[in-house]
């Protein structure tokens, strides 16, 4: 039988360690994250629901991959090295039952999530009541950390203020490949194919006050024939009806924010790749904003190109 849970409580706890000279800095790829457990909970039902969680999808991608990168670690090597990494789920034993939220407890920036209870089905209960806040946590943790190192080498073009009245942060790799008085083009270069960032206006009166998502995708094809042709002669972007994009309505500081994450493709050719739409009004003209990110590399991964321009997206600010 199950034992409940009395106790449930959560911190976020920021540990400055006034007496520590010095925290070192956190290790690991961006996306990536640790379990910490006995070896014999890890190929049991909690280490299967650990596993799900963090391996659940990404999403808008052609083929499915999971939001992070997991690596597995017992409590008797959880030690040294190990405990630089940047995410940390640590399951513990304990006749407390605790969900604790740590920064920078070992290394700097560094997310430690404590789960302790008596027994593994109180361990698994509050993993799994406390999903959405991990994976959330972890994902806006990994977005600072991106956005920071992106940071380092930034561009220092002004086209996107200038032509769209926007600012994005976003390193100076971009280059601007098409530039009209309104619509800009950024690109990547990358391995296999790559990364763009594309942005325009469009009237006021072209979409409704609350855009539903064929008013989107409709003008967003629109723009897709005007001014992204395919390789062949009469191709050109549209977006892939054979996937159902994810539409979301967020809101931000100053606006709300309507976002879609499908595929595109290129009409009459064999090319594709998922993309992330960005639409906001700005409140001085009433004209809509748009920027979107949009990845070709094929026979590859892709998520951590769509993080990337994700993490760019975020950024977006319009002019005062």
Not at 58 to 65: A, H, R, T
Not at 124 to 149: M, V
């Amino acid at each position: 039988m199950k034992k409940s849970i009395f106790i449930f409580l959560v911190f976020l706890c920021c540990d400055n360690r006034k007496n520590q000279a010095y925290i070192p800095q956190s290790s690991g790829n961006i996306n990536n994250v640790s379990i910490v457990m006995k070896e014999k909970e890890w190929g049991s039902g909690l280490g299967e629901d650990a596993r799900n969680i963090i391996g659940d999808i990404y999403e808008g991608l052609p083929v499915d991959e999971p939001n992070f990168k997991f690596f597995y670690t017992s409590p008797k090597q959880f030690s040294g090295f190990s405990r630089h990494s940047r995410n940390i789920i640590y399951f513990q034993k304990d006749t407390t039952n605790k969900f604790t939220i740590y920064k920078d407890l070992y290394s700097k920036p560094q997310l430690f999530f404590l789960i302790q209870g008596e027994d593994e089905d109180i361990l698994s209960n509050y993993l799994l009541e406390n999903k959405s806040l991990i994976i959330n946590t972890i994902k806006d943790g990994e977005r600072r950390e991106k956005i920071r190192r992106m940071r380092k080498s930034l561009s220092n073009s002004n086209v996107l203020s200038e032509r769209i009245g926007i600012k994005l942060v976003y390193p100076s790799i971009y280059k601007t490949v098409k530039d009209t008085s309104n619509f800009v083009w950024l690109e990547k270069q990358i391995l296999k194919g790559t990364l763009n960032i594309i942005s325009y206006r469009l009237p006021k009166n072209s979409l409704s006050d609350l855009p539903k998502l064929n008013e989107i995708i409709k003008a967003r094809d629109s723009i897709g024939k005007l001014y992204i042709p395919g390789r062949l002669e009469g191709t050109y972007m549209t977006t892939d009806s054979d996937y159902k994009p994810y539409f979301y309505k967020q809101n931000s500081d100053k606006n709300i924010i309507f976002q879609t994450k499908g595929i595109w493709e290129v009409k009459n050719d064999f090319m594709a790749g998922p993309f992330l739409n960005y639409l906001l009004k700005d409140n001085k003209t009433n004209e809509w904003v748009v920027v979107e990110g949009f990845a070709f590399a094929p026979s590859v991964s892709k998520r951590e190109y769509m993080f990337e321009l994700s993490s760019i997206l975020s950024t977006i600010s319009i002019n005062n």
